[in-house]
């Protein structure tokens, strides 16, 4: 399926924002599903944030501070991020999965190519 890049990860303090890009090859992206995950030392990869066509979906922890989106044209996925905490630190990665996934969307397993992540530290 090609390799996911991402960028845009750094230090912020704690109400900051930040705003991640992750770059697929234009097969994958025009035809999977995108998502967002994280993982904190220690834990386990959680899912962020999904996009298909039209339809978005987050994790409850989200609590409308981020915005999932894409560029179509330029291939890439977004993930802004606003009023960051310190509990938002980790390794952040985009995923490229089934369109149609039903309730697997927040499953790691489900998705067939990974970046490799950037990391976002928030600081207190």
């Known amino acids: 399926q090609g390799q996911l890049v991402e960028s845009g990860g750094g230090l912020v303090q704690a109400g900051g924002s930040l705003r991640l890009s992750c770059r697929a090859p234009?097969?994958?992206?025009?035809?999977?599903?995108m998502a967002w995950f994280r993982q904190s030392p220690g834990k386990e990869r959680e899912f962020v944030a999904r996009?298909?066509?039209?339809?978005?979906y987050y994790a409850d922890f989200v609590e409308g501070r981020f915005t999932i989106s894409r560029d179509i044209p330029k291939n890439t996925l977004y993930l802004q991020m606003d009023n960051l905490k310190p509990e938002d630190t980790a390794v952040y990665s985009c995923?490229?999965?089934?369109?149609?996934?039903?309730?697997?969307?927040?499953?790691?397993?489900?998705?067939?190519?990974w970046g490799q992540g950037t990391q976002v530290t928030v600081s207190s």
């Open positions: 234009e097969r994958t992206f025009r035809t999977s599903a």
């Open positions: 996009i298909r066509a039209n339809m978005v």
């Open positions: 995923a490229a999965g089934p369109q149609f996934i039903g309730s697997g969307y927040a499953t790691t397993s489900s998705y067939y190519a």
